[in-house]
């Protein structure tokens, strides 16, 4: 196993402050990516950021790695940590970590196995903020959710 590659990935620091949410239904919660979510106009149900979405986050699931029920909400409540101050190591799902990185935004991506992390060098909605990252082996970097981006599509 190289060096930067990690087991785990998610919460590792910071505020932990959230609320209950109900899941969107047959969601994909893949081990080893993140757990990052929008909020679903209409229904009221977090949804799995997928690649590049040009959404607003909401926050990360403190959930299982597992794909969700087919009906909207059957799984129970998860903690959805919305506090700004929360710090994530996410994996690297696209771009090559540089020190110059780090305080630039970038987006939330999805590979084509569905395990969400950072699409670095991309911002078009700027979802994330780099904190820090694997210089050696690019593997995983550390983010925290950029408050300018979070929140709710269409709220008017």
Same mark, same amino acid.
């Given at each position: 196993?190289l060096?930067?590659?990690?087991?785990?990935?998610?919460?590792?620091g910071?505020?932990?402050?959230?609320?209950?949410?109900?899941?969107?239904?047959?969601?994909?919660i893949l081990a080893?990516?993140?757990?990052?979510?929008?909020m679903?106009?209409? #229904?009221?149900?977090?949804?799995?950021l997928?690649?590049?979405? #040009?959404v607003e986050?909401?926050?990360?699931?403190e959930?299982?790695?597992k794909?969700?029920?087919?009906?909207?909400?059957?799984?129970?409540?998860?903690?959805?940590?919305?506090?700004?101050?929360?710090v994530?190591?996410?994996?690297?799902e696209?771009g090559?970590?540089?020190?110059?990185?780090?305080g630039?935004?970038?987006?939330?991506g999805?590979?084509?196995a569905?395990?969400?992390?950072?699409y670095?060098?991309a911002?078009?909605?700027?979802?994330l903020?780099v904190l820090?990252g694997?210089i050696?082996?690019?593997?995983?970097?550390l983010?925290?959710?950029?408050?300018?981006?979070?929140g709710?599509?269409?709220?008017?």
């Amino acid at each position: 196993m190289l060096d930067g590659v990690q087991l785990r990935y998610g919460w590792v620091g910071g505020g932990k402050s959230g609320q209950p949410v109900k899941v969107y239904a047959s969601e994909p919660i893949l081990a080893p990516g993140s757990r990052f979510v929008e909020m679903s106009t209409g #229904a009221g149900y977090a949804s799995f950021l997928d690649d590049q979405d #040009a959404v607003e986050i909401f926050g990360s699931l403190e959930c299982p790695y597992k794909t969700f029920s087919a009906t909207s909400g059957l799984d129970g409540a998860f903690l959805c940590i919305t506090d700004i101050t929360a710090v994530y190591k996410v994996p690297v799902e696209t771009g090559t970590f540089a020190i110059t990185d780090i305080g630039d935004t970038c987006d939330v991506g999805l590979s084509s196995a569905n395990l969400q992390g950072a699409y670095l060098q991309a911002s078009t909605v700027e979802q994330l903020i780099v904190l820090q990252g694997d210089i050696q082996n690019n593997e995983w970097c550390l983010v925290r959710m950029n408050p300018n981006a979070q929140g709710l599509v269409n709220s008017a």
